[in-house]
């Protein structure tokens, strides 16, 4: 089946800076590749996603890239705020209800 | 329109009982997939039920088994609970199988195996 890392594990940047966060992939048929934020005690919710006839998808301050070659997309946070403080997880589909998770990226917004 | 809604939020269950864990999509999605988050493991893809049929199933034990009714609503249950068992129980529904679009959370179901 797929398998997904994601790096790193955990991230702190200062507030204002930005914040990548890494995803490789192992399965050449996912298409579809969401990345979900979740704040302490909340359920996971989607901030962006990308399918695979795209390179880039950006969204104000949150951007993804995906190159499907190398089977690996990337979350790119700008001017990164406290509220930004979460962890983040990415996710690859083929199937489009059956996703596979990252072990997600605790990232810390320092004021 | 209300959202993913899980009960029970909580709960504590000893090792060898069993439990049963409910989810109410939202209102017109057919689609309810289930997902054990550990902090170790990450989201690890349980089931997922459409038309009251299993479409997909994960890599776990046969002691995690679901169902679900005319009416969309899902419940997952666990039998011959262990210790490893404990963990945070989300679904997820979306409005049909194979789309990726309207795919929504729960807040899950917090279970303490002790």
């Known amino acids: 089946g797929e398998n997904v890392e994601q790096h790193p594990s955990t991230l702190s940047v200062q507030e204002g800076d930005s914040a990548v966060i890494k995803c490789t992939y192992s399965d050449s048929a996912s298409n579809y590749f969401p990345w979900y934020k979740q704040e302490l005690g909340k359920r996971p919710q989607l901030i962006i996603d990308?399918?695979?006839?795209?390179g880039e998808k950006k969204d104000q301050r949150i951007a993804v890239t995906l190159n499907k070659t190398a089977k690996h997309f990337s979350l790119h946070i700008t001017e990164t705020q406290p509220e930004d403080s979460a962890v983040y997880f990415c996710?690859?589909?083929?199937?489009?209800?059956?996703?596979?998770f990252g072990t997600g990226t605790s990232l810390t917004v320092i004021p | 329109k209300a959202g993913v809604t899980q009960t029970p939020r909580y709960l504590i269950k000893t090792r060898g009982q069993q439990v049963t864990l409910s989810c109410s999509p939202i209102?017109?999605?057919?689609?309810v997939s289930w997902y054990q988050q550990t902090p170790g493991q990450g989201l690890q893809f349980l089931f997922e039920y459409f038309s009251e049929t299993q479409r997909n199933k994960g890599n776990f034990p046969g002691r995690f088994s679901g169902r679900q009714f005319s009416n969309s609503r899902s419940e997952m249950n666990v039998s011959t609970l262990e210790l490893g068992d404990s963990a945070l129980y989300l679904c997820a529904s979306s409005p049909n199988a194979g789309t990726y679009y309207g795919y929504t959370f729960g807040s899950g179901t917090r279970l303490t195996v002790v």
């Open positions: 996710a690859a589909s083929k199937t489009g209800n059956q996703f596979y």
């Open positions: 209102s017109g999605h057919r689609s």
């Open positions: 990308i399918r695979s006839n795209v």
